[in-house]
T-cell receptor
Framework: EPEVTQTPSHQVTQMGQEVILRCVPI?????FYWYRQILGQKVEFLVS????????KSEIFDDQFSVERPDGSNFTLKIRSTKLEDSAMYFC????????????FGSGTQLSVL | GQQLNQSPQSMFIQEGEDVSMNCTSS?????WLWYKQDPGEGPVLLIA?????ELTSNGRLTAQFGITRKDSFLNISASIPSDVGIYFC??????????FGTGTSLTVIP
């Protein structure tokens, strides 16, 4: 069964460093998302992406964050200068259509900022 | 952001018992999704609901889209140990984003 894949599964970085989290959405999906989950808390929306542009973003997604679809398969989240509070599990998700939408998640990247 | 409240926050039940949990909001939603999350893993989609009053089953799981469109319910019948995990509801209004509930932690005692 097709699935969303994320790499790496764990990323440890120093505060102030840049990180890039990578995702390969399900191949025929058109809508792509990043969510994050701080340990023990609920899943929070960061950004949605469609037709090579951001379609919606949350307050969390400030100018330290950016997303890119560099080719036909990858979808990346970049955090330019990480902060301690960026430590969380980051989930990529994708869906095929907006009508009767079903969101499928990857297994996540655990980001630890030291 | 939108607040989706799930109850109960946690449940401890005996294997074989039925489980009921719900998700409520002060806002109207057009889509409800229910997910199960195991520790260290991503949410796995269980059931999707798109119309008020809709009742949908997936094996031992049944979910309903509330008539008011402000709530949704998930029932698990005859629970088994592998049902253990955290169950999240997620609602979508008119935009792209799904708002996630606070989660219900389920423990099944063999």
């Amino acid at each position: 069964e097709p699935e969303v894949t994320q790499t790496p599964s764990h990323q440890v970085t120093q505060m102030g460093q840049e990180v890039i989290l990578r995702c390969v959405p399900i191949s025929n999906h058109l809508y792509f998302y990043w969510y994050r989950q701080i340990l023990g808390q609920k899943v929070e929306f960061l950004v949605s992406f469609y037709n090579n542009e951001i379609s919606e973003k949350s307050e969390i997604f400030d100018d330290q964050f950016s997303v890119e679809r560099p080719d036909g398969s990858n979808f990346t989240l970049k955090i330019r200068s990480t902060k301690l509070e960026d430590s969380a599990m980051y989930f990529c998700a994708s869906s095929h259509s907006r009508a009767e939408e079903k969101l499928f998640f990857g297994s996540g990247t655990q980001l630890s900022v030291l | 952001g939108q607040q989706l409240n799930q109850s109960p926050q946690s449940m401890f039940i005996q294997e074989g018992e039925d489980v009921s949990m719900n998700c409520t909001s002060s806002s109207i939603f057009n889509t409800w999704l229910w997910y199960k999350q195991d520790p260290g893993e991503g949410p796995v989609l269980l059931i999707a609901l798109y119309k008020a009053g809709e009742l949908t089953s997936n094996g031992r799981l049944t979910a309903q889209f509330g008539i008011t469109r402000k709530d949704s319910f998930l029932n698990i019948s005859a629970s088994i140990p592998s049902d253990v995990g955290i169950y999240f509801c997620a609602g979508q209004r008119t935009g792209n984003q799904f708002y996630f509930g606070t989660g219900t932690s389920l423990t099944v005692i063999p």
